[in-house]
């Protein structure tokens, strides 16, 4: 199953160091049953769209606990054997256990350098817009008008260094 597991640039130099990465609790998005529900149409793509967009949303609540990490999200695209879906938290969110090798990680998407500033906002209001702030949600959507750019995994270590 493809996971997207939410990260920061920390996290990335971890798994860098490590070839392994720990999510946290266990945290990932994918694209379970009752996100497939919640929409009439839409390809699999789109669903997982969908999927990677909410772990990029978690990824700003990872920024907020880690102060010293780059003002990027970061979600790591990860082909597991089996994930849990936990409904009771949001529609995509999965539990999977242990951790995720390197060799079983198809993509790293990562924000550009120009939406480090709107990463930086959002990760202040995040949790105001979950609770239908509108004004946080106005934030919210300038950091989502950054696309993530999409990384090989044999371009980790290159990227790191470069950043």
């Keep these: 199953m493809r996971v ?3 990260g920061t640039v920390t996290m990335l130099r971890e798994l860098n160091e490590a070839g392994e990465l720990k999510p946290l609790n266990g945290t990932a998005f994918a694209l379970t049953p009752t996100l497939r529900e919640m929409y009439t149409s839409g ?5 997982e769209y969908v999927a990677m967009a909410d772990a990029a949303r978690a990824s700003l609540r990872l920024l907020g606990n880690d102060p ?9 695209a990860a082909d ?5 879906p936990r409904p009771d938290l949001d529609h995509s969110v999965v ?9 079983d990680i198809a993509a790293i998407h990562l924000d550009a350098p ?7 906002a959002a990760v202040l209001v995040v949790d105001a817009a979950d609770m239908g702030d509108e004004d946080a949600e106005f934030v919210l959507g300038d950091v989502e008008d950054h696309d993530l750019a999409w990384y090989a995994t044999q371009e980790l270590p290159f990227l790191l260094e470069l950043m």
Aim: glycine content about 2%; charged content about 30%.
């Design 4 to 6: 997207y597991i939410p």
């Design 68 to 76: 010293e990490s780059m003002r990027r999200r970061v979600v790591i």
């Design 43 to 47: 390809t699999e793509e789109d669903l």
């Design 80 to 84: 597991v054997d089996s994930a849990s």
């Design 95 to 103: 539990r999977i256990a242990g951790t995720v090798a390197l060799k």
């Design 114 to 120: 120009e939406a480090e500033q709107a990463v930086a």
